[in-house]
């Protein structure tokens, strides 16, 4: 049967007036009910907490409560199209939450787009939530923003950067594998230089880890619009971000374009636009060469494309072909972790711990499923457990 989603999914939405409820988990039927969950009784949880901040953990919703806070500046492949808009996005997270890790997570879509001001405002609500998952903020506030926030106490998490590079490490880590392929003797070639492509390029070079299983790609080089990064653009001096990934990367210097950063690459990952990497740039690169072509709708090059020109293995975002490449196998888990260690922040070891814990849930990796598939709820177990450990163990 041939589905029009876009207009199930409106039908739908009007039908439900949105996807997410809040409960009572206490029924209140009597005035001795009342008087526990409300006055006089909740005066002593009150000082409890006074006395002891802490037992906010135990006496409230904030053990186990996200918020999911947006601009809506960067939402989907929409782009900015302001908080209102981007509700629907932030309810059915908050579903994803629920169904996968069981954590109750609230949308916060805010009127402005000012990171001064964002920060202060997710400084503020901090006490009643025991982590803050940002999402759909464009970069290089998004950048700004979450490093702001690092302070806050309870983890601080930018689900459209490290969740598609966990994600993303995920599936190189069971590529490699296949194609027998040390990661450490992987050339990297990440076209696009967003919130995304500067994730993946900080967990690729394992920048700060001192794990056993880590081992940082052999090179990396990042393309824009204009090209390959280097020190030697001139046009990216005002720019911190890209500054600072023409520091990391690129170590021969090379310039030109990605025609150029592709040739006997090991592997092109794509979080760009759609169409943007021939078959003629397939062709040359290295033998069994593996293929992230991330951008959605359309990939930088489709997969069947991408086989007939000599591609080892090919991943997506999207749902309608195999190896998908989803943040939603992280943020559920990668929370879950942090909220049951009671984790302060996300740590790059944790982020670590995630991907090596995604690529070892799929037991017997194969060209077509080098990721869990998006619907195998028991991954974000694998993930929480990871998680929890690795924060414990710092």
């Known amino acids: 049967m041939e589905h029009n989603y876009d207009q199930e999914s409106v039908e739908l939405h009007k039908k439900l007036s949105g996807k997410i ?33 802490t037992k906010v953990y135990d006496l409230t919703i904030k053990r186990n409560m996200v918020a999911i806070v947006t601009d809506g500046s960067a939402v989907l ?3 900015n199209i302001g908080p209102e808009a981007a509700l629907p996005v932030m309810e059915g997270k908050a579903v994803l939450f629920k169904q996968y890790a069981n954590i109750d997570a609230f ?18 609500i901090s006490p009643v939530f025991g982590g803050i998952n940002l999402e759909d903020i464009a970069a290089p506030r998004c950048f700004e923003i979450e490093e702001a926030l690092q302070d806050l106490g309870i983890p601080v998490f930018h689900d459209d950067q490290h969740g598609t590079a966990i994600v993303l490490l995920t599936g190189l880590i069971n590529a490699a594998k296949l194609a027998n392929k040390e990661l450490s003797d992987l050339k990297v070639v990440v076209n696009g230089a967003g ?14 880890f001192n794990k056993e299983k880590c081992h940082s790609v052999k090179e990396i080089l990042v393309c824009d619009s ?29 310039e030109g374009f990605l025609t150029d950063a592709v040739k006997d690459a090991d592997v092109f990952v794509g979080v760009s636009v759609g ?15 593996i ?3 991330l951008a959605n709708p359309t990939p930088e090059i489709e997969p069947e494309l991408a086989y007939e020109a000599g591609a080892f293995i090919v991943a997506t975002g999207r749902s309608d072909y195999p190896n998908q490449v989803n943040n939603a196998l992280v943020f559920p888990g990668i929370f879950r972790g942090a909220l049951d260690a009671r984790a302060g922040v996300i740590t790059k070891e944790m982020k670590l711990a995630a991907a090596f814990a995604l690529a070892e849930s799929v037991k017997e990796p194969k060209k077509e499923k080098i990721i869990p598939g998006v619907l195998e709820k028991n991954v974000a177990e694998y993930v929480a457990a990871a998680v ?7």
């Open 21 to 53: 409820a809040i409960h009572s988990k206490y029924p209140v039927n009597d005035m001795r009910d009342l008087s526990l969950i409300y006055t006089p009784g909740v005066a002593q949880v009150c000082k409890e907490i006074h006395k002891d901040p």
């Open 77 to 79: 492949g929409l782009g």
């Open 107 to 124: 949308p916060i879509c805010l009127k402005t787009q000012e990171t001064t001001e964002i920060i202060n405002i997710v400084r503020n």
């Open 195 to 208: 919130a995304a492509g500067t994730a993946i390029v900080n967990l690729l070079l394992c920048s700060g």
């Open 226 to 254: 204009k090209g390959i990064i280097s020190k030697q653009r001139q046009d990216i001096r005002q720019n911190a971000a890209k500054n600072q990934l023409a520091n990391m990367t690129n170590s021969g210097n090379i």
């Open 275 to 289: 169409n943007a990497l021939t078959q003629d740039m397939v062709r040359s690169m290295s033998k069994d060469p």
């Open 291 to 293: 293929v992230f072509a």
């Open 388 to 394: 929890s450990n690795a924060y414990s163990m710092n």
